[in-house]
C-alpha cells in the first residue's frame, strides 16, 4: 500500500473512536466537533486521491490497526478514569 493510504488509515482511527462511543456509551459530541472531523477526513481525502495504491492484504490489516487501536485507547481511558 501507499504512503496516502497509511496517512488516510492513521486519520480514520478518530471517527471511528467517536462512532465507537457513540453505539457503546450513547457519547454525544458538539456540531464543531462533527463538522471537524468532516473536513478533516475530506482534506486528506483531496490530498491523497492520486496517492493510493491498494490491495486486500494492506487493506485487511489496516481494518485491523484501526480496530485495534481503537480498542486500546478506549482500555486507556478507562484504565485512566480508575
Request: negative net charge; charged residues 10%.
Amino acid at each position: 500500500n501507499s504512503v496516502g493510504f497509511y496517512q488516510i488509515t492513521k486519520l480514520w482511527g478518530v471517527p471511528v473512536i467517536v462512532l465507537y462511543e457513540y453505539f457503546s456509551a450513547g457519547t454525544v459530541y458538539s456540531t464543531k466537533i462533527y463538522c471537524s472531523l468532516v473536513f478533516l477526513l475530506f482534506g486528506v481525502g483531496l490530498a491523497t486521491v492520486n496517492d493510493i495504491e491498494l490491495n486486500a492484504t494492506g487493506f485487511t490489516l489496516a481494518v485491523i490497526a484501526v480496530l485495534t487501536t481503537t480498542q486500546f485507547h478506549l482500555w486507556q481511558v478507562v484504565i485512566k478514569e480508575q
